[in-house]
């Protein structure tokens, strides 16, 4: 278990470090790729739950970042995969459930549940896909920079940061625990309910601890209870294009069937 | 300005529970002295610190910084002259990059941007880490977060520079530069260390704390040569002042 949370962590890492390359889209003001993002989401979410098709012309977006941006697909599809089975938790009972056949793919008939099934999938690597590109050629600290300047209460901002900040330190205090506990547990058991209980309890007083020690830290340094962020950000007649001009592609996609469309023409053709 | 630049005296003070942590402590540090405070584990030597720098307030006794006695009214004006240093740099590395955290004090005396910069790369280039402005504080080795840290109490110009443990958890090619970086400082420093040797090379003076209480004040060398107090301070010799154990000759001095 401990090898999995560092592994997991250390996947976060690298996505981070991605951030660093200097390509046209990591260059967008951190800004303009955030409100494109949540632009995205809300198409996404806009649709009807059978929909799968029609939401596929949306994918064009993160596989323009990922181009441009130089992004790997393979940390990002090993983020998807790992969280993949929330999704399939999610809608894994659809087909169970909704058994009316909606369409047929020439013999095989396709019920609701199926396509509803489908659907949250698509909708959910769309999502995260997309998120996980934001922040691989942005950084979180450059999303978290856009939130505050986009009117997100400060205080919000700052727990954000300290949260990503401090996940690594709190993990690698967890994964100590739980390595010393295995280390004198007899076969490798796992911790029992009581033993996790006192564990989780070790756990929130250290943290406890420790933003007490951060805390004087930051008085030491001058802190007043005002966060001062210094990342000039500066709104340049690209960025507006970037988000104006995608956003205007999520509304075309909303509006029109696209993938009907280019059925109907290339069957014309045909 | 005074040149009794810190001073304590007759410092008292006791955590919530009761137990007493410093019982009438008394110093006076000079401009420019480099002092080491020395001690066993519970003396006393880290909550001393946090006086120091108004983070507790003793009981009874007063702490003095510069031209100004410690009290919450002048805690900006202290803060400002007095760089604490903390021993865990993950607890004072709280920002998303070197560069944030280096500017975070800074900008919180409301220096304009360009003066925060500029101090950001003194500060950097004075502890040789130009080159980690970029990078994310929390995947930095043991050696460069503690360069990091000094960076981040250097860059608000401090007279005082006070280090919790400075050489913790480091390896000895990184501990070897700390030491040279501490002796090229000309501020006024209090180390407290378990790293004797590291009190030896930095500080000309000593203070021993034991059990709340100051045990010895005076020349780090004589006070290493105590072996009586030493031992009663549950401390021993530096290695450098001990005899070679394989071929038994007197130890160098």
Not at chain 1, 45 to 69: D, H, K, M, N, Q
Request: proline share 6%; glycine share 10%.
């Amino acid at each position: 278990m401990t090898a999995r949370i560092e592994s997991a962590l250390a996947h976060i890492g690298s996505i981070e470090d991605l951030a660093a390359l200097d390509t046209p889209i990591h260059r967008l003001d951190p800004r303009a790729k955030l409100v494109t993002t949540l632009a995205l989401l809300v198409a996404v979410a806009s649709f009807g739950r059978y929909e799968v098709t029609r939401l596929l012309p949306l994918a064009l977006y993160p596989i323009v970042l990922a181009a441009l941006g130089d992004v790997p697909a393979g940390p990002i599809l090993a983020r998807l995969a790992l969280a993949s089975p929330f999704a399939i938790l999610v809608g894994i009972f659809n087909p169970l459930i909704d058994r009316a056949p909606l369409a047929a793919l020439g013999p095989v008939v396709v019920t609701g549940g199926w396509l509803s099934f489908a659907s949250i999938l698509v909708r959910f690597g769309l999502s995260l896909g997309t998120a996980l590109l934001l922040v691989a050629t942005t950084g979180f600290d450059a999303v978290c920079a856009a939130l505050a300047r986009l009117g997100l209460p400060r205080a919000l901002v700052i727990q954000l940061l300290f949260v990503y900040r401090y996940l690594f330190v709190l993990s690698d205090d967890a994964a100590r625990m739980i390595r010393a506990h295995g280390l004198r547990a007899p076969l490798g058991r796992r911790p029992g309910l009581r033993v996790a209980g006192s564990m989780l309890g070790q756990l929130l007083l250290r943290t406890l601890a420790r933003a007490q020690r951060i805390h004087a830290a930051m008085l030491c340094r001058g802190f007043d209870g005002v966060f001062r962020l210094r990342r000039p950000l500066r709104l340049g007649a690209r960025d507006v294009a970037f988000a104006v001009g995608w956003c205007g592609w999520f509304a075309l996609v909303r509006a029109v069937d696209l993938p009907q469309l280019l059925g109907a023409v290339l069957g014309r053709l045909g | 300005m005074s040149h009794h630049l810190v001073s304590a005296e007759d410092l008292c003070f006791a955590y919530a529970d009761g137990t007493p942590a410093l019982q009438g402590v008394t110093f006076t540090i000079h401009h420019g002295e480099s002092v080491g405070l020395v001690g066993a584990n519970g003396a006393g030597k880290s909550t001393l610190l946090l006086h120091l720098a108004g983070v507790l307030f003793p009981v009874s006794g007063h702490v003095r910084v510069g031209d100004w006695p410690v009290t919450s009214a002048t805690l900006p004006r202290v803060r400002r002259s007095l760089g604490m240093i903390f021993q865990d740099p993950d607890d004072q590395l709280f920002m998303p990059t070197v560069g944030d955290d280096v500017a975070f004090g800074p900008l919180n005396l409301d220096l304009p941007p360009e003066e925060v910069e500029a101090r950001v790369g003194e500060a950097l280039e004075r502890v040789g880490a130009a080159h980690l402005r970029g990078r994310p504080s929390h995947r930095l080795s043991g050696g460069e977060k503690r360069s990091i840290t000094i960076a981040s109490v250097l860059s608000m110009s401090p007279d005082i520079l006070v280090l919790d443990e400075p050489s913790a958890s480091l390896d000895p090619a990184a501990r070897r530069r700390l030491i040279a970086l501490l002796r090229s400082f000309e501020h006024t420093k209090i180390v407290a260390s378990h790293d004797l040797d590291l009190v030896l090379e930095v500080c000309a003076r000593t203070i021993v704390l034991h059990e709340g209480r100051v045990a010895a004040d005076g020349p780090t060398a004589g006070i290493f040569a105590d072996d009586a107090l030493l031992a009663r301070a549950h401390l021993e010799r530096p290695l450098r002042l001990q005899g070679c154990p394989r071929c038994g000759s007197a130890a160098a001095r």
